[in-house]
Nanobody, 115 residues
Framework: VQLVESGGGLVQPGESLRLSCAAS????????MSWYRQAPGKERELVAH????????NYASSVKGRITISRDNSKNTVYLQMNSLKPEDTAVYYC?????????WGQGTEVTVSS
């Protein structure tokens, strides 16, 4: 099982980034997917969640309206489109897959928002 995040980097406030998480080793379409983040010195927090078929999404209040989660089950990939980035969005972003009795984490991709 692998979850491989990509797309992180250093951006200026107001800019955008698109994170990707490529999954392998399990039946991706049966798993709900989430993005979490962990800022330095803080606990890991849920950013966004999408159901297995992509029909429902949920967002943390701090990112609602700026960040969109989506998935392509034909490519075994989940995305996080982040717009209007703020310095407080700086964190390591993790991909998370969950089904009944099973869950997997990616290794994370770092996002830094700074001028």
């Amino acid at each position: 099982v692998q979850l491989v995040e990509s797309g992180g980097g250093l951006v200026q406030p107001g800019e955008s980034l698109r994170l990707s998480c490529a999954a392998s080793g399990f039946t991706f379409s049966r798993y709900a997917m989430s993005w979490y983040r962990q800022a330095p010195g803080k606990e890991r927090e849920l950013v966004a969640h999408i159901t297995s078929a992509g029909s429902n999404t949920n967002y943390a209040s701090s990112v609602k309206g700026r960040i969109t989660i989506s998935r392509d089950n034909s490519k075994n990939t989940v995305y996080l489109q982040m717009n209007s980035l703020k310095p407080e969005d700086t964190a390591v972003y993790y991909c998370y897959a969950r089904n009944i009795g099973y869950d997997y984490w990616g290794q994370g991709t770092e996002v830094t928002v700074s001028s």
